[in-house]
């Protein structure tokens, strides 16, 4: 199974992972223009989509991905208002977001990144940014990013999208219109859902496959929220929430980062709940926790199965990922990739149902610089 890495500071690194001998193997390196903190790919995975941390300005990028991440061709860039976050992308739009503003593109038939077709703005006057309240924060802001939207993800019936807003302490629900194609602007904000704790900062949402629940994980507090969908798509109901580490640790130790579920073996019901979290110092290892889902995509229990400690603090990562299921698989062990940025760690996770644990890992080495290659997040091919 293949899979790409993108760094918060340097290169893409495709890597292969072995389900028989759990090898995990550096096949590639590509140059990048910068770091990209997170990607995106196409449904058909032929293109990636990466927030780029460029200078002097930031910016969004497309590449092509040819033999299975062998061959990654740098495509185009596109400049965004702000440092960007997160990305997504359907078979129309790239959607980017990044503390007080966010775009949308147009994606043009080679797959490059088009047109600026819409710009989305988070923060009105009379606003109050629960996040800044908090002073200076360890790792520093990031250009507001740690103060403001930090994700967007589509529904799976790609009718509405999902912003999660740290400084906001809200989720933006947005309707999309599906006719939207030659520059017209696609999203109608909708709702602002409300944090359920007025510390919590949303930092990523995830919905499930039905398209009924959505997960809201929590920045400052490691929490996980659920959330019921109604049939419109954009109107969120809290259900409960779930704490993501042991209990007796303290939230404002740690920084939450990942939510996740399941590949198979039915794509369409997930079995678990992944979430992950980083020690906020260097001597605060992170956590991922697992926990057991229903078919309709709500807790079966509000105990995690598992609570397992990651080897590092993780640094700005500690980001899990779970490998997509194959045909041929054990019905009783998934693999999740998960990166760290502090040591340059990209490591494969493997659960059993009742335990995580390490199978694998590999260090990414360092730039031409000598600094240490920051793992961010990786997407499976």
């Known amino acids: 199974m293949e899979f790409i890495v993108g760094t918060f500071n340097y290169d893409l690194y495709t890597l292969s992972f072995e389900r028989k001998d759990h090898s995990l193997k550096l096949i590639r390196s590509t140059p990048a223009i910068g770091g990209h903190s997170w990607l995106s790919l196409s449904k058909n995975k032929k293109y990636l989509y990466c927030t780029a941390w460029t200078k002097p300005h930031p910016s969004i990028a497309s590449y092509r991905i040819e033999h299975s991440g062998r061959e990654i061709e740098f495509l185009n860039a596109k400049p965004v208002k702000a440092l960007s976050g997160y990305i997504c992308c359907d078979d129309r739009h790239v959607y980017s977001v990044g503390g007080p503003t966010g775009e949308v593109f147009r994606i043009e038939g080679d797959g490059s990144i088009g047109d600026l077709v819409q710009e989305l703005g988070f923060v009105a006057p009379d606003d109050v940014n629960m996040s800044t309240q908090r002073g200076s924060v360890p790792h520093g ?168 400690e990651t080897p590092t603090s993780g640094g700005l990562a500690n980001a899990v990922e779970p490998a997509p299921w194959q045909k041929g698989q054990s019905d009783d062990v998934e693999y999740l990739a998960l990166t760290d940025s502090k040591d340059g760690w990209v490591f494969v996770l493997s659960f059993d149902g009742k335990n995580v644990n390490e199978v694998a890992r590999l260090s990414l080495g360092k730039t031409e610089e000598g600094e240490v290659a920051q793992a961010a997040t990786a997407v499976w091919l």
């Not at 309707?175 to 930092?203: C, F, H, Q, W």
């Not at 995830?206 to 929490?223: D, I």
């Not at 809290?238 to 073996?265: C, F, M, N, Q």
Request: net charge neutral; hydrophobic share 35%.
């Open 141 to 308: 802001d990031f250009g507001g990013l740690r103060h403001g939207a930090h994700s967007i993800d589509l529904s799976p019936d790609g009718r509405s999208l999902y912003i999660a807003d740290i400084g906001r302490n809200c989720i933006w629900t947005f309707s999309k219109d599906l006719r939207a194609i030659y520059g017209e602007a696609p999203l109608k904000l909708v709702n602002k859902k409300v944090a359920p704790r007025p510390t919590d900062g949303p930092r990523h949402t995830w919905p499930h496959p039905n398209g009924k629940v959505l997960y809201s994980l929590q920045e400052h507090t490691s929490m996980v929220d659920i959330f019921s969908i109604s049939n419109d798509g954009v109107t969120l109901e809290h259900v409960s929430g779930i704490k993501i580490i042991p209990a007796e640790k303290d939230p404002k130790l740690y920084w939450a980062d990942e939510v996740r579920l399941s590949t198979g073996p039915d794509k369409a019901k997930p079995r678990y709940l992944y979430a992950s979290t980083r020690g906020l110092e260097a001597h605060t290892k992170g956590y991922v926790a697992v926990f057991k889902l229903h078919e309709d995509g709500m807790l079966a229990s509000e105990e995690a199965i598992d609570i397992w």
